[in-house]
């Protein structure tokens, strides 16, 4: 039996396995079965820590989606991911220490640990823009059910198309989301955020995204919501965005600078998985 521990930021949930000294298949048949919400234990995102490369580094992080693709990139994924070291004895609250996401060293810090919750920071890197980081093919514009988008193209180590929308309860973004996030001129599928500006320093944000659909939170959706909106001019370095999970914080000062996502992690439960289901 493999032990797990089922977590979330903001309601944007994961399961996280501890593979730096028993390997993990990580199938997609096996990610689907752990996945299921009601035949297995259910997530959005599977989250698998690895032994680390670089010397210094606490570990490497592995992510898939819940239809068992795999995901480049989850900020709420991170910093859950960073919790779950901290708490494990292998990250030191309040210090800095180092996931190696996909191979890209990424700095995160527990700002705080008690009990079920954490307060964590993480280093998303430097926002990508265009229609070539994203893996869109042709210009910048989506045709999606006789309408034709001009989203803003992100990538955040996973690709973001964001538009800026004045109501996010409007019925057309129930449909908007998953063609957008299924569409064929994505090479990979892209991920779908509808943003509304408040002020310069607050937006709320829905995203659906792909292999997991809507979410409560989504923290890579975040930043490229916030680096989007930046790179216009529309916020300033800090913006609070508020998702129908809570809230996080983005800090961006700019072109050459990484973007860093703040806010809440929670434990839920641990579990442990049958070693036939999960090797």
Known sequence: MSAFTKMHGLGNDFVVLDARLRPFAGDPATVRRMGDRNRGIGFDQLLVLLPPVR??????LRIWNQDGSRAGQCGNGLRCAGAWLARDGALAPGATGILEVDGQPLRVVVHALTGMQAEVEAEMGEP????????????????????????????????????????????????????????????????AGFVQVRDAARVALRVHERGAGWTAACGSGACAAVAALRRQGRVDEDVQVSMPGGTLQVRWPGPGAPLWLRGPASFVFEGRWPDDAAA
Do not use: C, I
Not at 130 to 149: E, K, N
Not at 157 to 177: C, F, K, M, R, S
């Open 55 to 60: 010397p210094g580094a606490s570990a490497g």
């Open 128 to 191: 990508v823009f265009g229609a070539a980081a994203v893996g869109l093919r042709g210009d910048s514009t989506v045709d999606v059910d006789g309408r034709t988008l001009a989203p803003a193209l992100v990538s955040m180590g996973n690709p973001h198309a964001v538009l800026e929308v004045g109501d996010l309860t409007a019925p057309a973004l129930e449909v908007l989301g998953p063609a957008l996030t299924s569409h064929r001129d994505f090479a990979q599928g892209v991920n």
